[in-house]
Nanobody, 119 residues
Framework: QVQLVESGGGLVQPGGSLRLSCVAS????????MAWYRQAPGKQRELVAS???????NYADSVKGRFAISRDHTKNTVHLQMNSLRPEDTALYYC?????????????WGQGTQVTVAS
């Protein structure tokens, strides 16, 4: 079965850092575009960062220069390094996997990991 398991969330002070991880199983990792989304209470789900099969990256303007997405092909894992965290980064963060070859196939989602930025 397909599983995306996120970890690394927690409570951090403004200006601090966290590193999220998403371990994928049951998929051919190398053919999937991976991404991190987040959703705060009362707000729309938004794309935070994505990384393609060729390791091209994209970031939301709100996190550009502060966050970095990467993928480890030896461990089927995607990371999101989050620096200079702000209270507005508080959200439930979800890992997403989309097949880059079969583009009409529905993506997979993880269960989410909570990030809270507060003093």
């Amino acid at each position: 079965q397909v599983q995306l398991v996120e970890s690394g969330g927690g409570l951090v002070q403004p200006g601090g850092s966290l590193r999220l991880s998403c371990v994928a199983s049951g998929i051919t990792f190398s053919v999937y575009t991976m991404a991190w989304y987040r959703q705060a209470p009362g707000k729309q789900r938004e794309l935070v960062a994505s990384i393609t099969t060729s390791s091209s990256t994209n970031y939301a303007d709100s996190v550009k220069g502060r966050f970095a997405i990467s993928r480890d092909h030896t461990k089927n894992t995607v990371h999101l390094q989050m620096n200079s965290l702000r209270p507005e980064d508080t959200a439930l963060y979800y890992c997403n996997a989309k097949n880059a070859w079969i583009r009409d196939r529905q993506p997979y989602w993880g269960q989410g990991t909570q990030v809270t930025v507060a003093s």
